[in-house]
C-alpha cells in the first residue's frame, strides 16, 4: 500500500521536484472563451538524479516551454504532452539540460493557452448573468480542474506561493484568490484592464481562483466586503451583514484569521456549488440569498475552511474529510456563536438524516465509500471523493470526540491542531498521531482504539454516536405527522415562525410519494411550487415528480434552467429519470439549461441521463 501522502490523481512528482512559486500573466478573450499567455514556475529540486519537470494538464494548448536560472535568461526545453487520460488529463513531460544540484531555485516558462471547453471554467453570454449586459467568467479547480486551466502539480500536497498579471477587456474587472485593491472599485469603480494579484501564502492548486465581468464592491467591514454584479450588491451586502462577526467568533475559538481580507464573490446561478473557499476571495452562490439571512451558514462553511483546508489541508483527496469534516464541525461553532445553539441543532440534525438516508441499504453511498479514510483514488475522478461522508461523518466524528472529552480539552486541541499543521498539507495518520499525542494522553479513557479505528476505517455511523437533536424539529415532525394522519396542517401562527430549517425538515420527512390530494393541498396552501428558496425547490421538485404532480413541471422547468449548483437540481433529475416521461422531460430541459451550466454539472446531468433506466 503506497503512502497517504502520495496522490493518485496528480502525474506530478514533488518528492522529485516541487514548485514552490507560480507566476502567471494572462489574457482575457471572451469572443474564443480562452484564457493564454505564460505561467512561470520557480522550483526546488529534491532530486539530484532528477532531469524531468512531470506536470497536469488538460486540454491546454501548449507552444513554447523555456527554462531560466533566475536571472532573464531563457532557453528552450524540449518537452513531451501524453494522450489524454479521461480523469487525469494530460501529462505534461519537460526535459532538463540538467538537474539542479547547487541548490538554486530554477524556472520553467510556459506559454500556452487554454480551451473553450476548459474543465475548470465558465464561460457566460451576457444573457446569463444577472446585469444581462457584460460578459462574465469565473474559475472552478476544485477537485482537479486547475490543470484545464494552468499547467502545474495539480494536487493538494503541494503548496506554492503566486503572483498573476490579468489583462481584461476594459469594461471588466478581474478578481483571483489572492491580494487585491477593492478600494478601485469603491472609490469610482476605476477599471483599467490590467489587475495584479499576490498571494504570498502558500496554497494548494485547488485554491486558484479567477473571475472576471462587471463588478462592484461594497465594504462589510474593515476586513471583509462583498463583490458582485452591480444590481445584486445591496442585496448581497444585507444578506451577508453579519460576516464580521462569523470571522470573530472562529478567531476568538481557533485563533487568527490569517490570510488578511476576506471578501466574497456573488457568482452567477449557474456556479456548481454552493462555495468554494477560495483564500481571500470567497465564491458564493445566489441561491443563498433569500432575504432573511437563514441560509449563511454556508458563508460560516466557506470562513471555516480559512482555518480547515486552506490553513491545514489533506494532502491528496483520499483524505478529504480533513478539510470538509472539520470544517463542517466549526461551521457549527461559528453557528451557534453567531445565531444560537437552536439553529446549529437543526441544521445538525437535518445534515445527519440526511446522511442516514444516503448510506441505508440501497442509497446513494455503497458501503466501501462510506469510510472517512479512503483507499487509493487509483481510476476514480476525485469529485467522487465530495460525498456527505467527508462532509458530515467527518463532522460527527469531531463532535463525538467532543462529547467525550469536553469542549474544556477539545477546543485547544483544535486550536493547537489548526497552529500546529498550519500551512501544511496532511494525512489522516498525521492527524491520528496528533489526536493520539494531543489528546488522548489528556484522557486515555475516553475512547478506545476501536472506537477511533470504527469512524476512521469502517462503513456506516458507529454504534457509540450520538445523533444531534433539535426540539424545535421535533415539534416540526410531530405537526407533520398529523397532517399525514388526519389530513389537518399546521396552522399558520404555527408556519409563521418557521425558519427555512423548519420548512426543510417539513419536507425532508415527507413519504416517497403523496396522494393526488395531498400534493395538492400542500402546495395551495404553502405554494411550494415557483418558490424562490432554492432549498425548498431543491426538496419539492423531486416529491412533486414522484407523486406525480405534473401542475409543478412548467416552474420546474423554469428552476432546472436558472439553477446550475448541482446539490439543488440534481434531485429533481433524479425524479425525472425514473420515468419514460420524466426522462424526456428532463432531456427536453437539460437542453434548453445546458448553455448556463457550469462543464462540472454538464457531466454530472450528462452521465445521470446517460445511465437512466426508466421503469415505464
Given at each position: 500500500m503506497p503512502a497517504r501522502n502520495v496522490d493518485e490523481s496528480s502525474y506530478a512528482e514533488p518528492d522529485r521536484v516541487r514548485i514552490t512559486h507560480l507566476g502567471l500573466d494572462l489574457t482575457v478573450d471572451f469572443s474564443a472563451k480562452q484564457l493564454s499567455g505564460t505561467a512561470t514556475l520557480d522550483m526546488g529540486w529534491h532530486d539530484d538524479t532528477a532531469n524531468t519537470l512531470i506536470l497536469d494538464t488538460r486540454e491546454l494548448a501548449i507552444s513554447k516551454i523555456e527554462g531560466g536560472?533566475?536571472?532573464g535568461d531563457w532557453k528552450p526545453l524540449t518537452f513531451e504532452l501524453a494522450?489524454?487520460?479521461?480523469?487525469?488529463?494530460?501529462?505534461?513531460?519537460?526535459?532538463?539540460?540538467?538537474?539542479d544540484k547547487s541548490g538554486q531555485v530554477r524556472q520553467v516558462r510556459i506559454t500556452y493557452a487554454t480551451s473553450p471547453t476548459a474543465s475548470g471554467l465558465q464561460w457566460l453570454e451576457p444573457s446569463m448573468t444577472e446585469g444581462k449586459a457584460q460578459p462574465f467568467m469565473f474559475s472552478q479547480s476544485e477537485a482537479i480542474h486547475a490543470r484545464s486551466w494552468i499547467p502545474l502539480q495539480d494536487t493538494p500536497g503541494v503548496r506554492f506561493s503566486y503572483t498573476a498579471h490579468i489583462n481584461t477587456p476594459p469594461e471588466l474587472i478581474a478578481l483571483m484568490s489572492a491580494s487585491s485593491d477593492p478600494a478601485a472599485s469603491a472609490n469610482g469603480n476605476t477599471r483599467s484592464g490590467h489587475y495584479d494579484f499576490s498571494m504570498p501564502q502558500q496554497v494548494p492548486s485547488y485554491l486558484l481562483a479567477i473571475a472576471v465581468g462587471d463588478l462592484v464592491f461594497r465594504r462589510v467591514s474593515d476586513r471583509a466586503g462583498v463583490w458582485a454584479e452591480p444590481s445584486m450588491a445591496p442585496k448581497a451586502v444585507a444578506e451577508f451583514a453579519d460576516t464580521e462577526k462569523m470571522i470573530e467568533a472562529t478567531e476568538a475559538l481557533y485563533g487568527p484569521y490569517r490570510w488578511g481580507r476576506y471578501d466574497l464573490l456573488v457568482l452567477p446561478p449557474s456556479f456548481p456549488f454552493g462555495g468554494m473557499e477560495n483564500p481571500t476571495l470567497t465564491f458564493v452562490t445566489p441561491t443563498v440569498i433569500v432575504g432573511d439571512r437563514s441560509l449563511v451558514s454556508l458563508i460560516a462553511h466557506e470562513l471555516a475552511h480559512?482555518?480547515?483546508?486552506?490553513?491545514v489541508t489533506n494532502a491528496s483527496w483520499k483524505d478529504i474529510w480533513l478539510n470538509e469534516g472539520f470544517t463542517v464541525y466549526v461551521e457549527g461553532r461559528i453557528t451557534e456563536e453567531v445565531y444560537g445553539h437552536d439553529v446549529a441543532d437543526m441544521e445538525r440534525v437535518i445534515s445527519q438524516r440526511e446522511l442516514q438516508k444516503d448510506i441505508k441499504p440501497g442509497g446513494d453511498i455503497a458501503p466501501a465509500d462510506q469510510v472517512l479514510e479512503l483507499p487509493p483514488m487509483t481510476g476514480r475522478d476525485p469529485d467522487d471523493a465530495l460525498s456527505a461522508i467527508a462532509y458530515i461523518k467527518g463532522a460527527w466524528f469531531l463532535q463525538f470526540l467532543e462529547?467525550?472529552?469536553?469542549?474544556?480539552?477539545f477546543d485547544p486541541f483544535l486550536k493547537s491542531y489548526f497552529d500546529h499543521f498550519a500551512f501544511r498539507s496532511i494525512t489522516t495518520d498525521d492527524f491520528e498521531a496528533y489526536l493520539r499525542s494531543e489528546l488522548l494522553t489528556k484522557k486515555p479513557?475516553?475512547?478506545t482504539d476501536a472506537e477511533i479505528d470504527a469512524w476512521l476505517r469502517k462503513p456506516g455511523i458507529p454504534a457509540g454516536a450520538i445523533a444531534a437533536h433539535s426540539a424545535r424539529l421535533d415539534a416540526v415532525d410531530a405537526a407533520r405527522k398529523v397532517w399525514l394522519d388526519s389530513g389537518t396542517l399546521p396552522?399558520?401562527?404555527?408556519?409563521?415562525?418557521w425558519v427555512t430549517q423548519e420548512w426543510i425538515d417539513f419536507l425532508e420527512g415527507m413519504p416517497a410519494t403523496l396522494t393526488a390530494e395531498q400534493i395538492s393541498s400542500l402546495d395551495k396552501a404553502y405554494h411550494f411550487t415557483g418558490t424562490p428558496n432554492a432549498e425548498f425547490a431543491q426538496r419539492w421538485y423531486p416529491l412533486a415528480e414522484r407523486s406525480g404532480y405534473s401542475t409543478a413541471r412548467p416552474e420546474m422547468a423554469k428552476f432546472l434552467q436558472a439553477i446550475g449548483r448541482r446539490k439543488l437540481i440534481i434531485p429533481t433529475y433524479e425524479a425525472l429519470v425514473k420515468t419514460v416521461d420524466g426522462l424526456a422531460f428532463a432531456n427536453e430541459v437539460f437542453a434548453k439549461a445546458k448553455p448556463g451550466y457550469h462543464p462540472i454539472t454538464t457531466a454530472s446531468v450528462s452521465a445521470l441521463l446517460a445511465k437512466a433506466k426508466p421503469a415505464n
Open positions: 536560472d533566475g536571472t494522450k489524454a487520460d479521461a480523469i487525469l488529463g494530460s501529462k505534461l513531460t519537460i526535459h532538463m539540460p540538467t538537474a480559512s482555518w480547515s483546508g486552506n490553513l462529547q467525550r472529552f469536553g469542549r474544556d480539552l479513557t475516553a475512547v396552522t399558520a401562527d404555527v408556519t409563521g415562525k
